[in-house]
């Protein structure tokens, strides 16, 4: 990515970053063809959207959307209890966010991960046109927030084609198992991807209780980075991965 920074010109620089991502992911795609030994036929890796790992340790992460209806003052209070908590949650967000929240984007990359949220339903588009939507969002988010968005949450249900992008891109698709609610229980289990909901003056005295309760049955919050397993590894249709 060092390489955009050395074209001052932005159509230039999505151009170059268009034109390696795409190398890349005929190299990725070409190493996912894998033979079916019974049908004796070539068929392209299948990807799912993460929801959970399958693991024997007590552990899970959080994640939450920022659409820009939020509060500001709403998201500063869940950043003050999720420090004091000692957990680091992963925010997915569009590059406009990014530019119009300057200040709360760096508070959440110091205590927490930023991520990519796609907007648009891409589903049914041919694979040229993701390649290019999605590297697209790509450098705009690298503009605005200085990182490659590692974690991608498509907010609506993504297709294999989609899905295969973004794993030829690096890129990990991030859904959930369970949402946080407003007293509800139990909703924090092992090797689990939990959603904080939608952020409002609830949400970080909800957050509190939730993750109170997982420590009192000896789940820990890990990190994102900390939880997954290596990009491409084997996930179900049920969004579990595995090693």
Known sequence: MKLGLLIKNKKNRSKLLLV???AFSFVATAAALTKNSNKNTDT????YPIKAISTEENIYTLTAVLTGDEKEEDIKMLLSVCEGLGIKITYF???DWIDDNEELAIKIGKNGILGLRISKDLSGRRRNFVMEYIADRNDEFFEKSGKYAKYVRVENTPDQTLTQVLNAYGQYCISFESALTK???G???KGKIIDIGYIDENTA???AQAVGEAI???LTCIEMEKFLY???SDTDEYGTQYT
């Open 20 to 22: 390696l991502l795409l």
């Open 187 to 189: 909703t924090i289990t």
């Open 44 to 47: 392209i890796e299948v990807f």
């Open 230 to 232: 290596e990009i491409g």
């Open 183 to 185: 007293g509800s229980t």
């Open 93 to 95: 967000a569009e590059a």
């Open 216 to 218: 009192k049955n000896s």
């Open 205 to 207: 005295y909800t957050l």
